[in-house]
């Protein structure tokens, strides 16, 4: 099955801005990225989704690549609380995988 | 807003038995309901797929007559696991989201089912 591929595991100082990579060379046209985080034992939190453009919300920023074969999840100010499996997914009509997921430490 | 729940968080129950899980969308209507499974350690695996008032759409592997899902409203989805047994024991969370399959997935907190 065509997943997305993410670092297992990443560290990143309190404060600092958080650069989480994920590759998603097969996605189709018409599919999206989407970023979810999932804190030990919780259903997993909506991030932000995107299909071309860069976004950016109140959580995180999204950059994807013009050939939208990778992206990169930002988050600007990391704090502890961000502790969490992060999830890059390609969400189409027919498809919906979830990868293994990147999981962040925020050191103290 | 969008927020979803799951009721129970938590069950025990014996094998041979069945139980039902419920989730509701609390502040939007779902028009498409999806269930997922989690295993220690491992990520989100997708079952199922219903639309509201509609059949559900099963993915590969997952038995519809063990899991049997019911949306019958835009708020409430429901997971039967039918006969459950040991190997069923997981995490199962559901999502709903107001639109299609690409649309934005809200998730419940997840109910942990333990099958003695």
């Known amino acids: 099955d065509a997943k997305t591929t993410q670092p297992p595991s990443m560290d990143c100082a309190e404060g600092r801005a958080a650069n989480l990579p994920c590759n998603h060379s097969?996605?189709?046209?018409?599919?999206?990225v989407y970023w979810y985080r999932q804190i030990h034992s919780q259903g997993p939190q909506y991030i932000i989704h995107g299909l071309k453009n860069n976004e950016t919300n109140e959580m995180a920023s999204l950059i994807i690549t013009e050939d939208r074969k990778s992206s990169t999840l930002i988050l600007p100010h990391a704090t502890l609380r961000d502790t969490a499996v992060y999830y890059c997914?390609?969400?189409?009509?027919?498809?919906?995988?979830f990868g293994k997921g990147t999981r962040l430490h925020i050191l103290p | 807003g969008a927020v979803v729940s799951q009721h129970p968080s938590w069950v025990i129950c014996k094998s041979g038995t069945s139980v039902k899980i419920e989730c509701r969308s609390l502040?939007?209507?779902?028009?498409?309901m999806f269930w997922y499974r989690q295993f220690p350690k491992q990520s989100l695996m997708l079952m199922a797929t219903?639309?509201?008032?509609?059949?559900?759409?099963?993915e590969q592997g997952v038995e519809k007559d063990k899991f049997l899902i019911n949306h019958a409203s835009l708020t409430l989805s429901t997971l039967t696991v039918t006969s459950a047994h040991p190997e069923d024991s997981s995490f199962y969370i559901c999502?709903?989201?107001?639109?299609?399959?690409?649309?934005?997935?809200?998730f419940g907190p997840g109910t942990r089912l333990t099958v003695l």
């Open positions: 097969t996605i189709s046209g018409n599919e999206y």
């Open positions: 997914i390609e969400v189409g009509d027919d498809k919906i995988i």
């Open positions: 999502s709903a989201s107001s639109g299609g399959q690409t649309d934005t997935q809200y």
């Open positions: 219903s639309n509201e008032g509609s059949k559900a759409t099963y």
């Open positions: 502040d939007f209507q779902a028009t498409t």
